[in-house]
């Protein structure tokens, strides 16, 4: 009977030791996790700075082009850039840095789009019934290039200069 308490009390020493070092490992790694969240965080924010100044130059570059098919591939491009910085700003005010909601990224280009084709919202109405979903990086770039060239595609052709619509 001695045997077996002594036997219980080493053991449950060895697990008090081992629930120790476990929760100084879980501390290690909590703070290494709020590294690498900070740490990527930042990189977020500086892909979307650059995106900003590629996006800048190339409008700086635009106002010196007279030919409107030139301009008009340059805001293009510039649209697009713009695009996928709303990304890493989104990912960047977000609390899961490895997943973006799409739902907000639609609503966000929409109406940025909207405001760099200057369409009156009186006049085009975008009705967008969205669902909250969250995708990977992998997913959202390539998803806001597309939206990004249908919803563009909508106010450039959908609608003659006066005219209104809808956009679903």
């Known amino acids: 009977e001695r045997a077996l308490q002594q036997a219980k009390a080493d053991l449950e020493h060895k697990v008090d030791e081992r629930t120790?070092?476990?929760?100084?490992?879980?501390?290690?790694?909590?703070?290494s996790l709020g590294e690498k969240e900070v740490l990527?965080?930042?990189?977020?924010?500086r892909v979307k700075n650059n995106m900003q100044v590629i996006s800048s130059l190339l409008s700086l570059q635009a106002d010196s082009i007279d030919?409107?098919?030139?301009?008009?591939?340059?805001?293009?491009?510039?649209?697009?850039?713009?695009?996928?910085?709303?990304?890493?700003?989104?990912?960047?005010?977000?609390?899961?840095?490895?997943?973006?909601?799409?739902?907000?990224?639609?609503?966000?280009?929409?109406?940025e789009l909207r405001q760099s084709y200057s369409m009156d919202p009186e006049q085009v109405h975008v009705l967008l019934d969205l669902d909250e979903v969250f995708v990977s990086m992998d997913i959202?770039?390539?998803?806001?290039?597309?939206?990004?060239?249908?919803?563009?595609n909508c106010f450039k052709h959908a609608f003659a200069p006066g005219d209104g619509g809808e956009i679903r």
């Not at 990527?40 to 924010?45: G, S």
């Not at 959202?140 to 563009?152: A, F, K, R």
Request: charged share 20%; proline share 3%.
């Open 67 to 111: 030919e409107p098919h030139l301009l008009a591939m340059f805001r293009d491009s510039q649209q697009r850039i713009q695009s996928m910085a709303l990304v890493h700003d989104i990912l960047y005010r977000s609390n899961n840095l490895g997943r973006s909601d799409l739902a907000l990224y639609t609503r966000r280009l929409v109406a």
């Open 140 to 152: 959202i770039i390539p998803y806001g290039l597309l939206l990004h060239e249908l919803v563009s």
């Open 40 to 45: 990527l965080k930042e990189i977020h924010h």
């Open 20 to 31: 120790a070092e476990l929760q100084t490992l879980n501390a290690q790694l909590q703070a």
